[in-house]
């Protein structure tokens, strides 16, 4: 079954920078987009960056243009989110998502806390 599962949260002061991974299982994970999505107290699950399945294209929330960047590795089967420059209003659950055989699957999430 697919199975996404995210590591890397923390936290870590503003301006501060963190990594988060998403490791994919049970599906081939080459042929579909992924996205990182996050979810901060109260507030709706927000899109945060998208990646093609080829790495080629990748698109962002305005509010993390030239902070964030989003990678995956095929061979290793794992999406990246690379976060400089974190802000306070960056604290939120962070998710893996991919959208395969007509299903929205997500990862358990990983905490990330942007605070002095």
């Known amino acids: 079954q697919v199975q996404l599962v995210e590591s890397g949260g923390g936290w870590v002061q503003p301006g501060g920078s963190l990594r988060l991974s998403c490791a994919g299982s049970?599906?081939?994970?080459?042929?579909?987009?992924m996205r990182w999505y996050r979810q901060a107290p109260g507030k709706q699950r927000e899109l945060v960056a998208i990646?093609?399945?080829?790495?080629?294209?990748?698109d962002y929330v305005d509010s993390v243009k030239g902070r964030f960047t989003i990678s995956r590795d095929n061979a290793n089967n794992t999406v990246y989110l690379q976060m400089n420059s974190l802000k306070p209003e960056d604290t939120a659950v962070y998710y893996c998502?991919?959208?395969?055989?007509?299903?929205?699957?997500w990862g358990q999430g990983t905490q990330v806390t942007v605070s002095s």
């Open positions: 998502n991919t959208y395969t055989n007509l299903q929205n699957f």
């Open positions: 990646i093609s399945s080829t790495g080629v294209g990748a």
């Open positions: 049970g599906f081939i994970f080459s042929t579909y987009a």
